[in-house]
T-cell receptor
Framework: NAGVTQTPKFQVLKTGQSMTLQCAQD?????MSWYRQDPGMGLRLIHY???????DQGEVPNGYNVSRSTTEDFPLRLLSAAPSQTSVYFC????????????FGPGTRLTVT | TQLLEQSPQFLSIQEGENLTVYCNSS?????LQWYRQEPGEGPVLLVT?????EVKKLKRLTFQFGDARKDSSLHITAAQPGDTGLYLC?????????????FGEGTQLTVNP
C-alpha cells in the first residue's frame, strides 16, 4: 500500500503558466481533498470530492480546478499561476465523507515567480 | 479570523518538561482531531475525539475535548526531542461532515536535549 502519493515534490512556475498537481490513492477511499498550507494559516481546503464524478469547492477555490474521473486520482489544475499561489499543497483521502480519519500525501511545494 | 485558534504558536522547551497546547473556537464541532507534521511531510493523525468531555491518552500524550465541544487541549508529559514537530488541531463543524475539516494555525514545538 503506497497510501496517498503526490507528484511532483517541487515545482517552480512563472506567472501565467498552467500546471497540474497529481494525487493518487490506493486505499479505495471515496473522499479526497486538496489543501494549501501557508505559514501561520494552517491548512485551508481548496476543493474536495465525495466520489468519482462529484466535486465541490472548499474555502479557497479561486484559481484552481479539479476533476475526479476515477476513485484513485484527484488532480488539481492551476489555470494561470499567480505569485499568491506559492504554497505547499497537500492531497488527502478518507474512507468516506463521514469518516474522521484523513490520510495526507507528502505534499508539493510550489513557487510562482 | 481563524475559526480554530491554537496557542501558543511557538513553544521551545527542555527535554523532560511538560507542556499543554490549546485549540479554541466559538463554534461547536462534531469531532476534533490532532495531527503532527514533520518538515517536508504531510500531517499524520494522532487522535480523534468526538464526545464532549472525552479524554484520550496516547503514551505520554493526553487529549481532551471540551464539554461544550468548542475547544480541545493536548498535554505532553516529559517531552522528548522526538516530540518536536508542528501540531495541528482540526475540527469538523456540526453543519458539515466528518471529513470536511477546518484547521488551526498550528503550534511549532521544539524540544531541546
Amino acid at each position: 500500500n503506497a497510501g496517498v502519493t503526490q507528484t511532483p515534490k517541487f515545482q517552480v512556475l512563472k506567472t501565467g503558466q498552467s500546471m497540474t498537481l497529481q494525487c493518487a490513492q490506493d486505499m479505495n477511499h471515496e473522499y479526497m481533498s486538496w489543501y494549501r498550507q501557508d505559514p501561520g494559516m494552517g491548512l485551508r481546503l481548496i476543493h474536495y470530492s465525495v466520489g468519482a464524478g462529484i466535486t465541490d469547492q472548499g474555502e479557497v477555490p479561486n484559481g484552481y480546478n479539479v476533476s475526479r474521473s476515477t476513485t484513485e486520482d484527484f488532480p488539481l489544475r492551476l489555470l494561470s499561476a499567480a505569485p499568491s499561489q506559492t504554497s505547499v499543497y497537500f492531497c488527502a483521502s478518507s474512507y468516506s465523507y463521514s469518516s474522521y480519519e484523513q490520510y495526507f500525501g507528502p505534499g508539493t511545494r510550489l513557487t510562482v515567480t | 479570523t481563524q475559526l480554530l485558534e491554537q496557542s501558543p504558536q511557538f513553544l521551545s522547551i527542555q527535554e523532560g518538561e511538560n507542556l499543554t497546547v490549546y485549540c479554541n473556537s466559538s463554534s461547536v464541532f462534531s469531532s476534533l482531531q490532532w495531527y503532527r507534521q514533520e518538515p517536508g511531510e504531510g500531517p499524520v493523525l494522532l487522535v480523534t475525539v468526538v464526545t464532549g468531555g472525552e479524554v484520550k491518552k496516547l503514551k505520554r500524550l493526553t487529549f481532551q475535548f471540551g464539554d461544550a465541544r468548542k475547544d480541545s487541549s493536548l498535554h505532553i508529559t516529559a517531552a522528548q526531542p522526538g516530540d518536536t514537530g508542528l501540531y495541528l488541531c482540526a475540527g469538523a463543524r456540526e453543519e458539515t461532515s466528518g471529513s470536511r475539516l477546518t484547521f488551526g494555525e498550528g503550534t511549532q514545538l521544539t524540544v531541546n536535549p
